[in-house]
């Protein structure tokens, strides 16, 4: 007998990634094997096995008996045991030498001194206090209901036992609470913590706010289109500043999740399917919650979420499994994530879905290895909603106490809603299955961040309670609004002219749509702090225009967003045929997108398609608003319907925007943050795809396939590319882009290398208002790098700016090329670069043309 094979298997979730079991494969012949699972505890400490009885050896051992097969077994079991339980708990993995704190603040040494003074004083129960966090559903509502008559959340979702959260902040066993608001309600349980708890420890109040508190600006995906930065930084300062009034210190945004797919609904939440624009917004949000300075009142901490790779969910259905080589992962993915964390971000989220079979909230290649390691992350991860109970789901933890032992030492500090760490950690410590170092280290990140926040000088609700949108608020919003606005088609009409912008003689409108008045629509899915008369509907906004123009305004709402019924159509042809220019809003509802939102069709919902074709049929010129919280497939529309614009959710001041734009009070700048595709098949679509080895180049695709044409990567039914790709958008000017340049046409491979170099390459091009009204365009710089050892995308995007022109006006615009923008990802996570071609274009959407080269050289 000998041992064969002596396989280390490295446990996930270890934090020090050693293994920590070991598997033995007796060499026995044919010998069968009888094996029996048995668990038990020694002296304290729990294991569990495998005992195996080998028959041949038994036989061949004929003296010693079945006594000594069941002793070897034992010692087999033993040693498996103790390899899990003897297992030092040393804190995560350092960051790595290159790695800076990611939260100065948080890396404090004077708050390291207020962490340790007050974990000293800690009993264990108000330990795991700190890291649990609920809802208050139960507060001032009959037992078992919310005020919805639904069963009340606040019950933990396996035992069903109410959590009572005043109880536990009066008795310091609830350190967090999600989407609690309004300064009544925060201070009430603050004061619970702060006055009746034995250490006084404050609650830290986090909440879902993502475009907004009470002045509503655009949905993620609507600020992506802007590709303003610095506007989204400003707008999520305005909205801490407006939450912090009411208490919540603490936003679990940005969603930074990169979707290529608009079936998933939560594209809305994010900045779409580019990872350089997602990463620049990325930076935007964090930068405006915590402007600068943490402690200040009017800050709050950043949530990045959901790590990772969340909007990679297979066939974009919500919680569907994501699985992706490591190169893709970090080219694509991680980038929004990490910039956050750069910025400073102080808190992330650990996603619902598994990645590369390893769910995100166990996952100690993700919240060890790459966050906290490679990034420095210095701050505290937060579950998703009863993502800890859902790993028993996942099939990786057999009961509570596994998916608890499991998601705390991979690194999730805090437990949202599973109501797991409180109830099962004592045991697991007390059996040496969880450290109670692990327990401290993940107090430590909690109460660091509560410092850091200045929450323990300023528990309460600070200032005027901001109670509905705020009238100074208005322009920024509204500006962000008409920022976001896509403009896609704008085609010439048989008289030569466009329909917009919608200048000249007072007109008659037909404003039809089931979108065309409804508040509650233009706020978005996370709204739920907003209110309906603050909102400017189109219909508010033309109404007001009309009489200003001395125009008309005739409504009918048509049909309802999903529904069949055409009871509605009759009223809306006549508006339109009385009309001498209809305006339709249709689209989705913002129920349609966000959490648990995804569609497997991406049409109109209902019979707005058959309506629209209806109106058209009357004649009269079209203009399309198109309101949705994803791309949808616009393809009769786009061969029939001479004006469209993508307006999204737009926020509080959406008829405002949407007015001032479509007169041409404003150009529209907006482009497209995902591709709008020409079919749902062709999905995910997204420009930076890679070639293939059969790429359709020179094939008009348009055409049904011939022998010579059929065996490339294509549709037989539909060509590959969007209707309307990345980066796109119409204005009501025009520009031209020439004598696109390169300073150097080659750069040695040693200076490229230089990981910190910035500027290795600057791209220049000339860029010319052609048309007779002043505009502002995105530009953007997109790259290929060709002939390296990865299979690179066609085209990535490296850089985008913004530039106001007046009519013949023109100017050189700039994009420094360095490390980061012309280095990839390899398989084995690292960022490389390579002797090899890179191609620039500049240009106005992902379908740039002029372009310019160098090479990298050996
Ligand atoms: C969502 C998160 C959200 C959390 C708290 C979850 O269901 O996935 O995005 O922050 O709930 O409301």
């Known amino acids: 007998m000998k041992f064969n094979d002596l396989t280390e298997s490295r446990e996930k979730h270890n934090p020090n990634a050693r293994p920590r079991t070991f598997q033995f494969q007796l060499d026995v012949g044919h010998d069968p094997r009888v094996t029996v699972d048995i668990t038990g505890e020694i002296g304290g400490i729990a294991w569990k096995g495998i005992m195996f009885y080998s028959v041949r050896f038994t036989t061949h051992f004929r003296a010693a008996g079945k006594c000594l097969a069941a002793g070897i077994g034992l010692i087999i079991l033993e040693l498996t045991a103790g390899a899990q339980n003897s297992l030092p708990y040393a804190k995560w993995a350092p960051a790595q030498k290159d790695a800076v704190p990611s939260s100065g603040q948080l890396a404090d040494p004077a708050i390291e001194r207020r962490v340790e003074s007050l974990l000293k004083q800690m009993t264990l129960q108000e330990k795991l206090g700190q890291l649990v966090q609920y809802g208050d559903a139960g507060y001032g509502v009959p037992e078992g209901k919310t005020p919805n008559g639904m069963p009340d959340p606040g019950k933990n979702p396996v035992s069903q036992v109410r959590i009572d959260a005043m109880q536990l902040a009066a008795t310091g066993r609830i350190g967090s609470m999600l989407n609690v608001v309004g300064a009544q309600r925060t201070n009430a349980f603050q004061r619970a913590a702060v006055e009746k708890g034995r250490l006084h420890i404050p609650l830290l109040f986090g909440a879902d706010i993502l475009h907004g508190y009470r002045t509503i600006f655009p949905i993620p995906l609507g600020l992506a289109a802007t590709f303003d930065p610095d506007l989204v930084k400003s707008l999520a300062r305005m909205s801490a500043g407006e939450a912090s009034t009411a208490g919540v210190r603490w936003f679990y945004s940005p969603m930074v999740d990169i979707s290529r797919d608009p079936r998933w609904g939560r594209s809305q939440e994010g900045a779409g399917e580019d990872s350089y624009l997602g990463a620049a917004m990325a ?94 992350f210095d701050g505290l991860v937060v579950s998703d909603y009863t993502a800890i109970k859902e790993l028993q789901n996942h099939g990786i933890a057999l009961d509570a106490a596994a998916a608890t032992r499991k998601a705390l030492l991979a690194g999730v500090d805090v437990d949202m809603m599973s109501h797991y760490y409180d109830t099962e950690l004592p045991q697991l410590i007390r059996s040496k299955q969880v450290p109670m170092e692990a327990v401290n280290d993940a107090v430590r ?37 008409e920022e976001s606005l896509v403009l896609l088609q704008n085609k010439l009409l048989d008289d030569g002219s466009r329909i917009l912008p919608l200048t000249g003689k007072p007109r008659k409108i037909a404003l039809i749509g089931p979108l065309a008045d409804s508040a509650n629509e233009m706020i978005g ?145 907006g482009k497209l943050p995902m591709s709008f595709p020409r079919a749902v098949g062709q999905e995910p679509l997204y420009y930076n795809q890679f070639p293939t080895g059969r790429p359709p180049a020179h094939v008009d695709l348009t055409q049904p396939p011939t022998f010579d044409s059929r065996f490339i990567s294509r549709y037989i039914d539909e060509p590959n590319d969007a209707l309307f790709p990345f980066g796109y958008g119409l204005t009501y000017t025009t520009f031209a882009y020439s004598n696109v340049t390169v300073s150097r046409s080659a750069v040695p491979i040693t200076e490229a290398r230089r990981g910190g170099a910035r500027k290795i390459v600057t791209a220049t091009a000339a860029v010319k208002n052609t048309g007779d009204r002043p505009a502002t365009e995105v530009v953007q710089c997109y790259v290929r790098n060709l002939g390296a050892s990865l299979e690179q995308s066609v085209r990535s995007l490296e850089g985008f700016k913004r530039l106001t022109l007046e009519p013949g006006e023109s100017k050189l615009v700039f994009f420094d090329l360095g490390f980061p923008e012309l280095s990839f990802y390899d398989n084995a996570g690292r960022q490389v670069i390579e002797p090899t071609n890179y191609t620039v274009w500049i240009g106005s959407s992902s379908l740039a043309s002029e372009h310019a080269s160098f090479d990298i050289t050996p």
């Open 283 to 376: 930076r935007a949000y964090v930068r405006g919650y915590q402007g600068g300075d943490l402690s200040r009142s009017d800050s709050v901490a950043a949530c990045v979420k959901h790590f990772a790779a969340y909007g990679a969910a297979e066939a974009g259905r919500e919680y569907n499994t994501t699985d992706m080589s490591q190169s893709r992962l970090r080219q694509v993915y991680l980038p929004p994530y990490k910039a956050a964390i750069e910025a400073g971000a102080p808190t992330v989220m650990s996603a619902f879905n598994a990645l590369n079979g390893v769910p995100s909230t166990a996952n100690s290649f993700l919240l060890q290895d790459v966050l906290r390691s490679e990034w420095g």
């Open 525 to 669: 899915l996370y709204d739920s702090n907003s209110r309906d008369p603050d909102v400017v509907t189109v219909k508010d906004a033309l109404e007001a225009r009309a009489k200003l123009t001395g125009g008309s305004l005739l409504y009918a709402k048509g049909t309802e967003i999903a529904t069949f019924s055409e009871d509605g159509f009759v009223a809306a042809l006549q508006a339109a045929k009385q009309a001498d220019l209809v305006v339709l809003a249709l689209g989705e509802s913002c129920e349609m997108s966000g959490e648990a939102g995804s569609r497997a069709n991406l049409d109109m919902p209902g019979n707005q398609e058959k309506l629209l074709e209806e109106v058209a049929s009357t004649g009269r010129p079209i203009v399309l608003l198109i309101f949705s919280g994803r791309p949808l497939v616009l393809t009769w529309a786009a061969q029939h319907i001479p004006a469209i614009m993508a307006v999204w959710f737009p926020g509080t001041e959406a008829g405002s925007a949407i007015a001032r734009v479509l007169y041409g009070d404003i150009a529209p700048s």
């Open 445 to 481: 990140r909690v109460l660091r961040v509560k410092f850091a926040l200045g929450l323990f000088e300023q528990p309460y609700a600070q200032g005027n309670e901001v109670t509905r949108a705020v009238p100074d608020h208005q322009p920024l919003v509204r500006k962000a609004a």
